[in-house]
DNA sequence: GGGAAAAATATGCGAATTCATATTAATCGC
DNA sequence: GCGATTAATATGAATTCGCATATTTTTCCC
């Protein structure tokens, strides 16, 4: 009956797509880095250099493997990706003295320089959408993420790390 | 001070990555599809290819573009998994009668079988995911999800699709 | 303390993904 | 109606990505 054959969008709240949970994830994802990710490839950077650079400037000199866990990607991935940031100049690889199995990824001052200057405007722009979402609205969102996080990443630290969102409000909205 | 130096976890609550929304939604997406796409693998599929086979059980014979929009993934690739997916039979194109630019795809006997059975594991994983959260939570969190769809994916159906969150407060940034 | 098992990273290769562009069809202006 | 513009999809080359595995160092156990 609708006339959805020409060129109308899909309608998102019909079907099982539009309302499936880990669609939304990504759909959301997708959508909100869109934009900033565009403006790091603008940068001339790839979006896993930014990821690495920022989770360098939370803390420098982590070990590969932990890095790449932390910024989303395959080990073997980030080790190439490494290859080509300290070609580049923004970091640099230093063996752990105690473990030599281990290498550890410091930023140069350029790497750190570039990533601060992200970090900043990531700031601005998440704050962008944080006020146009509503700030309550957003701060549950991020409880509920980490949840989902724990949750579904191993039980480990679930019980002790999410102490933040399920006490919180159990009967606001509808 | 704290001895975070050896293979302890990183601390997620510290630093900006543990509590930057987009780093949030993405690792909450991965983490979430972690299982699910395994078993999906397991059956042989590709994680593009149940996005499609679902996108398509939801509505058959949709244009290349918008099923490669709504599969979260560019055109070409789209075309490329398409023409996989004819081989083994899941699908099959036909051109669109009134604009022969226009591509179809529609599911075959054995697509369509595969893709509402994958849909069902779907749903009852999904429903494993929601109890754990809490479903008041989990609906919230559908909703602020489309909501950050709507906002950030081109203004067009923002203010028609989202009433929940976004006349919240509509003065607070610049 | 010495050899087996495990941990951390790197490497090679094949598949997936993207980018630019070609191709085909429809629409618009005149 | 005809050429120019736009839309929809396909194609090819270049890159990225992931899996399996090699390599190096450490740990475990006897």
Redesign the pocket.
Known sequence: MAIDDD?MEIDRNAGFVGDYLLYLLAAASDAASADFHAHVREQGL?V?EWRILACLCDEDGQ???QLAQLAL?????L????DQMATKGLVK?RSDER??????VYLTAAGRAIGTGLVEKARVHEMLIVSRLGTTDAARLKAVLKDIHAICRGGDDAASQAPSAPAELEASVS
């Open positions: 060129r790839r896993p070990m590969v493997t990607m395959e080990q073997s991935h080790t190439k990706i490494v690889r473990d030599r199995r281990r290498v550890r």
